[in-house]
C-alpha cells in the first residue's frame, strides 16, 4: 500500500512564501537606528518628485513634510506603497530637474513608523487628489488584510500639485537643532531649485571659515571630487570634525580616515567628499566596505589624506608662529618700556632713548635711503636660508632708530636656552624650560622677558656676574611689576 500510495502522489509541488505583515512595521521600526532619520528621508523623497520646496513642521503632537513636487496619481500611491520597489532604480533620474534621485530601495519611507504610531499621505496630481492612511494599530489588529484606506480629495483644494506626509501618534520627541543638522548632512540642501524650511525657518549650508583644498581624483569606477577644509574654528563645524562623504549630494559617512588624533589640528578638519558610484548600505547609514568600488575608493582616499596632511603640518606651523610673534612683541614691548626707565643701561647696549615728542617726529620724517646693497651670490643666499628656518619668528627690540633683532628657531633641546651674537638674540624652542613655560600665556611672556633682559644685560661687558645680575633683576622688575598684564 505504502509503495501505491507514493506512486499516487504528485512529484512536483509549490509551496508559497508567505510574510508575516507584523514584520513590516519591525522592519520600519528597526531599519534606521535613528528615529530622526524619517526627517531626512521624507525630504528626499519630495527631492526625487523635483519639489522646489519642502516645508517641514515640527509640533507638539504630530510632523508634517509638505512639498510642492510632482505628486502622485492612484498608480503613483500603488508604486509609492510597493515595499522594495525597483522603479527608482529603474528611472534613476526625476523628470523635471533630472535630479539624480536619492531613493533606491523603496523601503525608506517606513522609517516613520520608528516614531509615529499613524503616517497619512495626502497627494494632488493634477486631477487626481487623495489621502492614504497607515495606521500601526489597526494594521496589526487585522491579521489577513494587506489594504489600506484610500479616501477621494477634491484636487482644486490643493494649490499645487505635491504631497503632504502627516505623523501622529507620536512616539518620541524631537530637537530641532538635531533635526537641523540631520537635514544639512542627509539631503541635498546646495541643489539648485531647492529650498527646505524648518517651521518656517529656511535652512542653509553654513560656511565654513578657513583654507579650503579642492579635491578631484579619477579611478577605474568611478570620480571622486569635493573639497575638504582647514577650519579656523573648529567650534563651528556641525557634529564635529570628520570629512562628510557625500553619495547623489547626501552624506552617508563622517570619515577621517585613520587620521585621528595624528596631530591636534585634525579637529580643524571638515569638507565634502562626492563619490556617487560608491555602492550604500540599505540604511543609508554605511558602505559596503568589501565592494571593489569601495575599496578603490578608500585607497585613493588615503592617498589625498597624505597631502592633506602636508598641508595642515604647514598650517600648524603658521599658526603656532603667529601665537609666539604675539607673545614675542608683548614681551619686547615691556623690555622696551624697562628700558626708557633705565637710560643708562639702554646706552649701554647702544639704545638711544629719546623724548616721546622727538620719537613721534623722527617716526613722521621719511627715511633717508640707504644706498643699494650689492646683490648676494646663490652661496649667500643659501646660508641665510638655513640661519632662518620656516618656522622661526623675527621681531625688533627698537628704541629710535636703533634697535636689537630677536629671532625665535629650533636649535634642538641640547642648544643653549638663549645666546646673542651682534645685534642678534636668539632664542631656543626646543629648549626643555621653554616649551613648559609655553603652554601658559602669561608665564610665556614672563619667560620671553627673563631671557631678553638676560642678553641685554650680557651686551655690555661686565667686570663681574653680580653686576650682570643687578641689571636684569632691574629691568625685569621695571617690565614686570609696574604695568599688568594686557
Not at 52 to 63: A, C, F, L
Not at 214 to 228: N, Q, V, W
Not at 372 to 397: E, N, W
Not at 465 to 477: C, G, V
Request: net charge positive; proline share 5%.
Amino acid at each position: 500500500m505504502i509503495e501505491n500510495a507514493l506512486e499516487d502522489r504528485p512529484k512536483h509541488k509549490t509551496i508559497p512564501i508567505t510574510f508575516d505583515k507584523s514584520h513590516l512595521v519591525t522592519i520600519g521600526e528597526k531599519l534606521y537606528s535613528e528615529s530622526i532619520e524619517l526627517i531626512r528621508e521624507l525630504v528626499n523623497n519630495a527631492y526625487d518628485a523635483d519639489a522646489t520646496v519642502v516645508n517641514v513642521i515640527i509640533e507638539e503632537d504630530k510632523i508634517v513634510v509638505d512639498d510642492n513636487g510632482s505628486g502622485m496619481d492612484e498608480e503613483g500611491l500603488q508604486q509609492y506603497f510597493n515595499i522594495g520597489s525597483t522603479e527608482k532604480k529603474e528611472h534613476s533620474r526625476s523628470s523635471v530637474y533630472r535630479r539624480h534621485r536619492i531613493g533606491e530601495f523603496g523601503i525608506g519611507k517606513f522609517a516613520s513608523l520608528s516614531a509615529a504610531g499613524r503616517f497619512e499621505v495626502s497627494t494632488r496630481k493634477n486631477d487626481f487628489a487623495a489621502t492614504v492612511i497607515f495606521d500601526k494599530g489597526d494594521w496589526n489588529q487585522n491579521k489577513t488584510s494587506w489594504e489600506l484606506p484610500l479616501c477621494y480629495d477634491n484636487p482644486h483644494i490643493w494649490k499645487t500639485n505635491g504631497t503632504r506626509i502627516t505623523l501622529t501618534k507620536l512616539t518620541r520627541k524631537f530637537n530641532l537643532e538635531d533635526i537641523e543638522r540631520r537635514i544639512l548632512e542627509g539631503v541635498p540642501i546646495k541643489a539648485e531649485n531647492f529650498s527646505v524650511y524648518l517651521n518656517h525657518k529656511k535652512i542653509t549650508a553654513r560656511y565654513l571659515a578657513g583654507q579650503r583644498i579642492p579635491i578631484f581624483e579619477g579611478t577605474d569606477l568611478g570620480i571622486i571630487s569635493g573639497e575638504i577644509i582647514i577650519v579656523s574654528n573648529p567650534a563651528a563645524i556641525l557634529g564635529g570634525s570628520g570629512i562628510e562623504i557625500k553619495v547623489k549630494g547626501v552624506t552617508i559617512k563622517k570619515e577621517l580616515f585613520g587620521l585621528e588624533g595624528s596631530s591636534p589640528l585634525i579637529n580643524n578638519l571638515s569638507g565634502e567628499i562626492y563619490a556617487d558610484f560608491l555602492p550604500i548600505t540599505s540604511d543609508r547609514t554605511g558602505f559596503i566596505v568589501d565592494s571593489p568600488e569601495y575599496q578603490d575608493f578608500r585607497k585613493t582616499m588615503l592617498t589625498v589624506m597624505q597631502r592633506i596632511m602636508h598641508d595642515v603640518r604647514y598650517y600648524e606651523g603658521q599658526k603656532e608662529k603667529k601665537r609666539v610673534r604675539r607673545i614675542v612683541n608683548a614681551a619686547i614691548e615691556k623690555v622696551v618700556e624697562a628700558l626708557r626707565k633705565n637710560p643708562e643701561l639702554a646706552s649701554l647696549v647702544g639704545l638711544p632713548v629719546e623724548p616721546e615728542e622727538k620719537c613721534k617726529e623722527a617716526r613722521l620724517t621719511p627715511p633717508i635711503p640707504h644706498p643699494k646693497r650689492p646683490r648676494r651670490t646663490p652661496a649667500q643666499k643659501r646660508m641665510v636660508s638655513k640661519l632662518i628656518g620656516p618656522s622661526s619668528v623675527i621681531s625688533k627690540l627698537r628704541m629710535g632708530n636703533k634697535g636689537i633683532s630677536c629671532q625665535v628657531d629650533h636649535f634642538g633641546e641640547d642648544a643653549p636656552e638663549s645666546y646673542t651674537e651682534g645685534s642678534i638674540i636668539y632664542i631656543n624652542l626646543d629648549h626643555p624650560l621653554y616649551k613648559r613655560e609655553s603652554k601658559n600665556r602669561e608665564r610665556h611672556i614672563v619667560h620671553l622677558s627673563r631671557l631678553l633682559t638676560q642678553e641685554v644685560a650680557l651686551m655690555q661687558k661686565v667686570s663681574n656676574p653680580r653686576q650682570a645680575f643687578e641689571r636684569q633683576s632691574r629691568l625685569l622688575t621695571d617690565a614686570l611689576v609696574d604695568k599688568p598684564f594686557s
